[in-house]
């Protein structure tokens, strides 16, 4: 009876170190569960559009839309539109250390759950906020300088081809800024009908050879 009772507790004190070991390796595994550097696009995009630079005049600045009482309770200096990317990156992650996802409205709109790290009151480093992205992407490069080849194909509005894409990309070279989607709306549409006007082309709106052409050769939209 005595060797059965030891037994019995050896057992329970094994079973006490095996959940201690589960829930050390559960704690230090959620400790690096910050949200991904896609979640964070998101809530910039909601946000600001993703500008690190903008101030509307709404006392809101930066790509995280921090107030300057929120901005200085996490150490931010000056106003956040004038930091660095990195560092409105850095301290967006330690607020969200501090306090989840509840400081920025758009967090509810876009349904973002806090994960383990939320409220962890863990001061984040530098490196730690490295992934988060400091940034908005590049714009692509402008397409190719010597004209490809008319597809043979007038593209209209809606329209999504490859072609387009290649169209795309060197009117980037005029500054349109475009991210290359290969799909023909709004914005396309009137680099069709500035490059049109600027070369003496009817002004259909439609991505024909003469306008494809003009786009190589012709005069750059005013």
């Known amino acids: 009876m005595v060797k059965h009772r030891f037994s019995r507790a050896g057992a329970r ?6 959940v201690a070991a589960t829930v ?3 704690t230090s595994t959620a400790a690096s569960a ?3 550097a896609s979640t964070w696009l998101k809530l910039r995009m909601c946000e600001s559009s993703n500008r690190y630079t903008v101030n509307t005049g709404n006392g809101y600045y930066g790509a995280y839309q921090f107030d300057l009482p929120t901005w200085r309770s996490v150490g931010g200096q000056g106003r956040p539109d004038q930091a660095s990317p990195a560092e409105q990156d850095y301290r967006a992650l330690y607020l969200y250390r501090m306090r989840g996802w509840q400081p920025w409205e758009c967090a509810s709109m876009l349904s973002l759950r806090n994960d383990a790290d939320a409220r962890s009151k863990r001061v984040p480093s530098y490196a730690e906020s490295a992934y988060i992205g400091g940034g908005p992407a590049p714009a692509p490069a402008p397409g190719p300088a010597t004209k490809p080849a008319w597809p043979g194909v007038v593209y209209a509005y809606g329209d999504c081809a490859a072609a387009l894409k290649t169209f795309q990309l060197r009117m980037n070279a005029f500054g349109y800024g475009f991210d290359g989607t290969g799909c023909y709306y709004q914005k396309t549409q009137q680099a069709v009908l500035d490059l049109q006007r600027a070369n003496g082309i009817n002004d259909s709106g439609r991505l024909g050879p003469k306008t494809w052409n003009a786009a ?6 005013r």
Do not use: H
């Open 24 to 26: 050390q390796l559960l």
């Open 216 to 221: 190589w050769d012709g005069k750059p939209p």
């Open 13 to 18: 004190v094994l079973l006490i170190a095996l």
């Open 34 to 36: 910050d949200p991904a």
